[in-house]
């Protein structure tokens, strides 16, 4: 079946350091990959996405490349802030399945200390 | 943005009690709306998915008389936990969008504790 297992947290980093999470995925066929990001308080917000092999998401710094080799969408950033500070869902959607359907990693904590 | 508002964010019920969670979209008509449970350390699960005026679609394995999803507007729709147990206590999470293939947002979570 399909599934995402993302690594476990927390990760706690300081300012400016590099930031890696971990995610893999299993899926039949080509499905499309997510990471969401909930602020203290807040809902998830959707942060990238991409749709298809080699793919390369990015938003506010944060990258991540569809890499259907290894099955990953490992999550990157340069830098990190303080203001980062959140928990990272990554989540896929099967390929030809209803649009909303989403499939959750279980998040990871993310801690920045200046 | 959208947003979507989950209410409360914090409840805490005695076993066989029924309690009810409310996700509203504020600023957009939400055809369609989901709500996820998830347990410590593991994923958010779709429970269920609701079209205003029409009955809840329950994914494998959710009791639908347990777990009572009503859409009777575009902006609201309501989760009712029916004999609550301490089993049912989990992070409840809403979703709405306007739909098929627009943006998916989601409301700030419920945590749920059942006593």
């Known amino acids: 079946g399909n599934s995402v297992t993302q690594m476990e947290g927390p990760v706690t980093l300081s300012e400016e350091a590099f930031l890696t999470i971990n995610c893999t995925y299993t899926?039949?066929?080509?499905?499309?990959l997510f990471w969401y990001v909930q602020y203290p308080g807040e809902g998830l917000q959707l942060l990238l996405k991409a749709t298809k092999a080699d793919d390369k998401g990015s938003n506010k710094g944060f990258e991540a490349t569809y890499r259907k080799e290894t099955t990953s969408f490992h999550l990157e950033k340069g830098s990190v802030q303080v203001s980062d500070s959140a928990v990272y869902f990554c989540a896929l959607r099967p390929y030809g399945g209803a649009t909303n359907k989403l499939i959750f990693g279980t998040g990871t904590l993310l801690a920045v200390q200046p | 943005g959208a947003v979507v508002s989950q209410h409360p964010s914090w409840v805490i019920c005695k076993s066989g009690t029924s309690v009810k969670i409310e996700c509203r979209s504020l600023?957009?008509?939400?055809?369609?709306m989901f709500w996820y449970r998830q347990f410590p350390k593991q994923s958010l699960m779709l429970m269920a998915t609701s079209n205003e005026g029409s009955k809840a679609t329950y994914e494998q394995g959710v009791e639908k008389d347990k777990f009572l999803i009503n859409h009777a507007s575009l902006t609201l729709s309501t989760l009712t936990v029916t004999s609550a147990h301490p089993e049912d206590s989990s992070f409840y999470i809403c979703?709405?969008?306007?739909?098929?293939?627009?943006?998916?947002?989601f409301g700030e979570g419920s945590w749920l504790t059942v006593v």
């Open positions: 899926a039949t066929g080509y499905p499309s």
């Open positions: 979703s709405a969008t306007r739909g098929t293939g627009n943006t998916i947002y």
């Open positions: 600023d957009f008509q939400a055809t369609t």
